[in-house]
């Protein structure tokens, strides 16, 4: 998913980027890194959290869902596999 933003955002970003002869993706990497890295509440929280916080594309989170409910599905018969497998140790 790509991030928007809105119209007048849009606009002066692309207008600031002609202005100064740069891309509106060139600027908008400056942007981000300047403004977050005066927030130094946010640079002590992200050197705590380093994992990606971007949105997965639908397709990647389903695959992802569909593997969580599948593991969530096989955990109680593995813990019984587990189970037995202890008891027969025991037994035997």
């Given amino acids: 998913m790509a991030t928007r933003l809105d119209r007048e955002n849009n606009e002066a970003l692309y207008a600031y980027a002609q202005f100064i002869g740069?891309?509106?993706?060139?600027?908008?990497?400056?942007?981000?890194?300047?403004?977050?890295a005066k927030d130094k509440e946010f640079v002590a929280w992200r050197a705590e959290h380093p994992d990606s916080?971007?949105?997965l594309p639908d397709r990647?989170?389903?695959k992802q869902q569909a593997m969580k409910a599948d593991r969530a599905r096989l955990t109680p018969l593995r813990h019984a596999v587990t189970h037995?497998?202890?008891?027969?140790?025991?037994a035997g």
Wanted: net charge neutral; proline share 4%.
């Fill in 22 to 36: 740069e891309t509106g993706k060139d600027v908008l990497h400056q942007l981000v890194e300047t403004m977050l």
């Fill in 53 to 55: 916080y971007v949105p």
């Fill in 60 to 62: 990647e989170r389903r």
């Fill in 84 to 90: 037995a497998a202890k008891s027969s140790a025991v």
